[in-house]
Structure formats: C-alpha cells, structure tokens
C-alpha cells in the first residue's frame, strides 16, 4: 500500500548522528581524549558516517612533549606481549585548540552553523547520541577555554533540539564529577531524552588505569589512560552485541562496575529497552569479532582508579618516581607546586565562608549540596574566581558546591558582593 511504502521511506531515511567531547587540555588529562577517540571509534565502526560524528577535542595530548608514544593515545593498558590499541590513529578532529568552547557545543547541537565547523542537521525521525568527558562541578561542567557550561543552559539547549524537532530519540552518556547535578530536578521525562552520568550529584567520578597500571609496552605513560565510567559502558560497546543488549542492560553493567560512584539515569525511560546499537551504530557480527579493544578485568579497573580530584598529584607522584636523573627535579617542583595550589584552594573556600557567615558554618557548607537556583550569584562568584584567582583547578572544582551552598544562603541583593570582595582580596 501507499502508506506502508512512504513508512518504508521514513524509516530509510533515519540516520544515527553522535557529538563526542573531551572538555579539557593539558597531559594531565590525557584520558578525556582518550576516552573521546575511543567513543569515535566506536561510532565509526559501527557504521555511523564520518558526516553524521562531531568531535570537540583540543588536541594536545597526541604530540606532548611528555608522551612516550608520540602521534599515539592509549585507553587502557597492555604488557609487553598485547598488542596495544592506538584510539589517535584515525580519529577524527572537528574543533580543536580554542574552538573546544561551552558556545560551539550548544551551537553544535543545536544546529547553529555560526559555529563555524560542523552542527547537527538531525531530523526528527534520527536518533541522536552525546558524549561528554571532562571535570564538573555542582551545576557545571568544565571546557578547556571560554567559560563553564552550566545546568540550566545546558538543559535549556536539549529543549531547543526538542522545540526544533532535531531528534526521534535522544542518549547522553555524561562523565564528570558532581555530573548527577546537571540533570537533577531539571532534565523532563518527556523529552525522549535518556542521560546517564558518571556519579551522583555530590561525588567525584574516577578515573582509571592510572599509575602503576598506565603502562603501554613496559613504559608508563605517565598519566592516567581513561575514566571509570566511560571505559566500562566502551569496553562493553567493544564486546556486546549491539543489536541485542539494551540501553537499560548497559546502564545496569556500567552501574555495577563502576564501584567508586554512583552512576545515575535521568529522563525517558520509556526506550532503554531499545537496543544500544539504536544509537552507537549496529556492528555487524564480523565486525565484532575483529575488535581489537577486548575489556579488561573489573578488578584491574578498580585497582587503578584514582578519585578526579586526586589525579593531577596522583600522576605527579608516578612521574616522580619513575623519573630519570634529568628530570626528576622538574618534577618534583610541579609536585611541590601541585600540593602547594591545593593548600591555597582550601586556605581560599574556607576563608570565603568565614567571611561570609562564619567559620562555624564551613562544614555544614561543604558537606550539604544545594542545585544552584541563585543563578546570578553563582556564576558572578565563579567569574571572580576566573579574575582574581587563576580559576578553578582540577582539584578545586570540588569547592563548588561550597559556591553555591553559599549564594543560596545568602541574601540575593549583597551575598555576590560580599563574597567577590573577600576573593579579591585573598587572591
């Protein structure tokens, strides 16, 4: 019949599109890229064109002067006797450098082509797939230049693709810390939106295979390779049948791997029982069996994961000690240097909730996590932060939710003010 041969042209027509993002720079974080290439990979070989995958990653990692392996990124470990899976090799690069921005991404995915690369130009009958890796904090995720990505903005984005019809369905796998938080009370369950994020609103997410264990070849690569999270839903994407194991399947698997924190599901729930290959590309059987990336033990994931807070002074530390003559002096200095940032970040949030409301009230701001609602506060302490302060570092994210404990206790009229001007004058 007409109608049945226009439903076999609709459905024809259907295509899988998929946005990576690893939010970070530096070698420190080389397991964001990894993570990325990873993901791109997987989309790619499973049938997802090169047109329909959008990439976000700064691109610093590959050719540092600190890796081993250079033009080579590694996601998990091997011995000298296992081949090793170069994730670089191949991997497509769309915005790099300065262009890996808060903007570019909601311009992305919304279609915006003002962003100056390639958007989405998803239709309402495609299925849509977002990754995101990098650090977070209450209500933020973090990108290498250009400011924070916060909650409210990102939720706001995700209800323009709905308004524009952008997508049948729509996945977003998140890792970061305190991740749970952007999408807590503020992700609508009829959306046809499935997100699914590293940890909780108030913990850090983990990274793994990370000193000892980032040994590629007898050499460490002296950072950690991956993160906990997104190399268990990869390593399982790796081996799975695509076309059988479910949303709801992996999400269960991911969630009782990942032992070091709470891995959370927001939105639709109505299509987790759709097939994962719906949105990471249907593998053909021949294509599975020639995976190269086989999944590691879960005890040898969970041996190596290092909180990602702790990570910066964690890979110092390795690089200290397996350093030569040369250069263990360089490093010890990063090292001193690390301990020294932290100490001053804690000298820093402590300080602005005594000034602000007493020293007495500190551990109660540090321990209870508000969802910022105070938005003009939080974002204009944040800036002051960036100003006088240097920013946020890796570890210092977790004094988010110290921010935002604070503006949602203070008054809206002078609770900004009071605590810019205690950061200027402390920085």
Not at 245 to 251: G, S
Request: net charge negative.
């Amino acid at each position: 019949s007409l109608a049945f041969l226009l439903f076999g042209l609709v459905a024809v027509s259907a295509e899988n599109w998929a946005v990576i993002v690893a939010g970070s720079h530096t070698y420190s974080n080389y397991r964001h890229q990894a993570d990325a290439c990873h993901a791109y990979h997987i989309m790619k070989r499973n049938g997802i064109p090169e047109s329909n995958i959008i990439t976000m990653i700064y691109d610093d990692i590959a050719h540092n002067y600190r890796n081993p392996f250079k033009g080579k990124v590694f996601n998990k470990p091997t011995d000298s006797d296992s081949p090793a899976y170069d994730v670089y090799e191949g991997c497509q690069h769309d915005y790099t450098g300065k262009n890996v921005t808060a903007k570019n991404f909601i311009k992305v995915i919304t279609g915006d082509e003002s962003a100056g690369g390639k958007v989405l130009k998803s239709t309402s009958e495609d299925r849509v797939f977002l990754n995101f890796a990098d650090h977070g904090g209450v209500g933020l995720i973090a990108f290498p230049s250009g400011g924070y990505l916060y909650s409210k903005d990102l939720n706001k984005s995700l209800q323009t693709m709905s308004d524009k019809k952008m997508y049948k369905e729509l996945v977003f796998y998140l890792e970061a810390c305190e991740s749970g938080s952007m999408f807590e009370n503020l992700l609508p369950t009829d959306l046809n939106i499935y997100a699914t994020t590293a940890a909780n609103a108030h913990q850090s997410s983990w990274g793994t295979y990370c000193y000892p264990h980032d040994v590629i070849d007898g050499k460490h690569i002296g950072s950690c390779l991956g993160d906990l999270y997104s190399v268990n839903w990869m390593e399982d994407s790796d081996m799975a049948d695509l076309n059988s194991e479910t949303l709801d399947e992996q999400y269960q698997l991911v969630k009782n791997e990942t032992t070091k924190s709470e891995v959370m599901e927001f939105g639709t729930m109505s299509f987790n029982t759709e097939p994962i290959g719906d949105f990471q590309g249907e593998a053909s059987e021949l294509k599975r069996r020639a995976r190269a990336h086989s999944a590691s033990t879960a005890s040898l994931k969970d041996a190596s994961a290092v909180d990602s807070r702790d990570i910066t002074l964690h890979q110092l530390y390795g690089q200290y000690m397996t350093a030569s003559d040369d250069t263990r002096s360089e490093i010890a200095a990063e090292l001193i240097a690390e301990i020294q940032s932290r100490e001053k970040a804690d000298k820093l949030f402590k300080t602005l909730a005594a000034t602000a409301f007493g020293a007495e009230k500190y551990a109660a701001y540090m321990d209870h996590v508000h969802m910022p609602t105070n938005w003009a506060c939080y974002e204009e302490v944040n800036n002051a932060i960036n100003e006088h302060c240097g920013g946020y570092t890796d570890y210092s994210l977790k004094y988010t939710k110290v921010v935002v404990n604070m503006c949602e206790a203070a008054p809206l009229a002078n609770g900004a003010f009071t605590l810019t001007s205690a950061i200027r004058d402390f920085c």
